[in-house]
């Protein structure tokens, strides 16, 4: 089993929709989580940490349940430069970052 | 500009002959790391650096070495590549080991 589990996707939403995608974790001295956005092909960029008490960040709102050990990120109003891989990532110590292998998605118009 | 550089960004390569992967960052970051990214097995660690001289294996570490004598630099060596290493290379960098990791462009390797 996956440390970290994603579904992969795709989901492909129309523009303006909502969407959320779900990530578990197995390693519950996890320290902390994050959301990581990957362009096909480029390099993956921090998107927002996920804290405990949740948190907002224009359209994009995280949370975490540590009691269930799951994360999740949530889209409002989709817009097409939107769609990227989505990739949930976790501190398992203080130097190792375990990913997701990410969660694929596709807005079209 | 803020960034990480890696160089090559694209290599084919031949079963056996030594290849060095470049990473400098210009950020003076402590922490460097490489990652290897396979379709379905997302990013995994192969090494990582929190200071000069200072490093240690990953996840998966086999067929590489890195080494850090300058903070900046930060190189992935492939002493005798083998067709399993065929990926897509990132090295990112952040400046504790808590903070936002800043990812290089990446390097697609092919060894045939």
């Known amino acids: 089993r996956k440390e970290v589990e994603q579904d992969p996707g795709p989901f492909n939403v129309p523009e303006g929709a909502t969407v959320a995608f779900n990530c578990t974790y197995s390693?519950?001295?996890?320290?902390?989580f994050f959301w990581y956005r990957q362009d096909c092909r480029k390099e993956p960029k921090l998107l927002m940490s996920?804290?405990?008490s949740g948190n907002e960040d224009g359209r994009f709102t995280a949370q975490l349940n540590r009691a269930s050990q799951y994360i999740s990120l949530l889209i409002r109003d989709s817009k097409l430069s939107d769609s990227a891989t989505y990739l949930c990532?976790?501190?398992?110590?203080?130097?190792?970052?375990?990913f997701g292998s990410g969660t694929r998605l596709l807005v079209r118009p | 500009e803020a960034q990480v550089t890696q160089n090559p960004r694209y290599l084919i390569t031949v079963t056996g002959k030594k290849l060095t992967v470049t990473c400098s960052q210009n950020?003076?970051?402590?922490?460097m790391s490489w990652y290897r990214q396979d379709p379905g097995l997302g990013l995994r660690q192969i090494y990582y650096?929190?200071?000069?001289?200072?490093?240690d294996k990953g996840d998966v570490p086999e067929g590489y070495k890195v080494s850090r004598k300058e903070k900046r630099n930060f190189p992935l060596i492939l002493e005798s590549p083998s067709p399993n290493q065929t990926s897509l290379y990132f090295c990112?960098?952040?400046?504790?080991?808590?903070?936002?990791?800043?990812f290089g462009p990446g390097t697609r390797l092919t060894v045939l």
């Open positions: 990112a960098s952040s400046p504790q080991t808590g903070d936002e990791q800043f």
């Open positions: 390693n519950s001295a996890s320290q902390s």
């Open positions: 996920v804290y405990s």
């Open positions: 990532v976790v501190r398992r110590s203080s130097y190792k970052l375990i």
């Open positions: 950020m003076n970051h402590e922490y």
């Open positions: 650096s929190m200071n000069v001289e200072v490093t």
